[in-house]
């Protein structure tokens, strides 16, 4: 807490001034409070991970640079193939977007292309909106039961990314009819 940037901001969460040394150390009042000014979570993929695998199991790997920053990957872009769906088992390439910004935990996973009008893949949900990519329609993937739980079981990084991208591979390529994901 001791380098730490802190600004006072008022009841309406508006910035009021940087705090000085004797306001951090003190009570505030008057209705101002004291709020660090920038809150390290540390929870992205690091992106010399995220640079691994992109040179040597996924080259069409690609950050998007409004989530991510010098040193972490809070979405990044893959191309891979699957199927059409559980009826039809011809080749569909997939532009698949994934919210790491809490890699942490299970991250989001959703196709932006093909549109979400020409998927038929039974664990592809129907099109929404979602916070990772708000002005676009695009549509959610069901990962499958206990893929959060697998997840948590890995402990490096470089498990984690590896188990979900052969995860995302696996659903792709093998539809499960009984997932109700795309009731259509």
Request: net charge neutral; proline share 4%.
């Amino acid at each position: 807490m001791d380098n730490e940037e802190y600004g006072i901001f008022n009841g309406n969460g508006d910035f009021l001034r940087r705090a000085s040394e004797a306001e951090r150390s003190r009570e505030n009042s008057r209705n101002e409070y004291l709020v660090p000014l920038r809150v390290r979570s540390g929870s992205s993929l690091s992106k010399a991970v995220f640079d691994s695998f992109k040179l040597t199991s996924y080259p069409s790997l690609n950050l998007i640079r409004d989530h991510s920053s010098k040193t972490t990957v809070g979405a990044f872009v893959v191309n891979l193939q699957g199927v059409v769906s559980s009826r039809d088992y011809t080749a569909m390439n997939y532009q698949i977007l994934i919210d790491s910004r809490s890699f942490s935990e299970a991250p989001q996973v959703f196709i932006l292309t093909p549109k979400c009008e020409n998927i038929l893949h039974e664990n592809i949900f129907e099109k929404g909106r979602y916070n990772i990519l708000p002005q676009r329609e695009i549509c959610g993937v069901c990962m499958g039961p206990g893929f959060s739980e697998q997840f948590a079981t890995y402990q490096t990084e470089k498990e984690k990314l590896g188990f979900l991208l052969h995860q995302i591979e696996d659903v792709l390529k093998n539809p499960n009819p009984d997932d109700r994901a795309r009731t259509r």
